[in-house]
């Protein structure tokens, strides 16, 4: 019998540019002022030993994106969380809110979108819940928010960041590189965008969509973090 965790444990997804640092701070913040004890975790944990082989395969050290294909890329993936997922199920055994920047689910939407067929796609998905969930034992979130953006919006935004902890981040695995090999190729994030909205239909229960558009600019941060503690609310 699964133990069950004290805590919760809420991801943000959604593609490069769309927020999910600032919502994830915000909603820390939130929490913290509620008198609810919170944590935040990014994946993946650049830098870091156990996401060597995703900074290599962002780097374009194995091919381009599809030339490596779902399955491999996203083994590295598993990897980073499962070393992780111990420190993520301390936090919640201790009562803790963990708020992730990033999960799973972000296999799902760069990894899954590779697949066109959603047959195939809910194969893929089948294989990676056993993966993960299975073969790991990786905690699973209560709840996975996935910022609904518009690809070509959130492309140019993600290359304007001006926090300096995601900077190091970036520049620890990408060096003199400006773009990885998913933000290089528009397709690939069109079909990721495509995905993440397949899981929301497909797991209506675990997956959440927030429009964050405003016409063809980002909603306000202070609104789509109204949205998300209004979802919040819910499993809190």
Known sequence: MVKQLKGKFIVFEGLDGSGKSTQTKLLAEYLAKQGRPAVKIDFPQHGMPSAGMVDEYLRGKYGQADEVGPYRASVFYACDRYDASFKIRQWLNEGKIVVADRYLASNIGHQGGKIKNKAEWRKYVKWLYDLEYGIFGIPKPDMTIILKTNPA????????????????????YL?????DIHEKNKQHLADALRSYLWAC????????AIDCMEGASLS????????????IKKII
């Open 153 to 172: 919006i959130t492309l140019k935004l993600a290359h304007k960041i001006i926090d300096q902890e995601k900077l190091a981040k970036r520049k620890a």
């Open 201 to 208: 239909q497909e797991f209506p229960r675990d997956f959440k």
């Open 175 to 179: 060096g003199k590189q400006k773009r």
């Open 220 to 231: 306000p941060p202070s609104e789509i973090h109204q949205k998300i503690v209004c979802l």
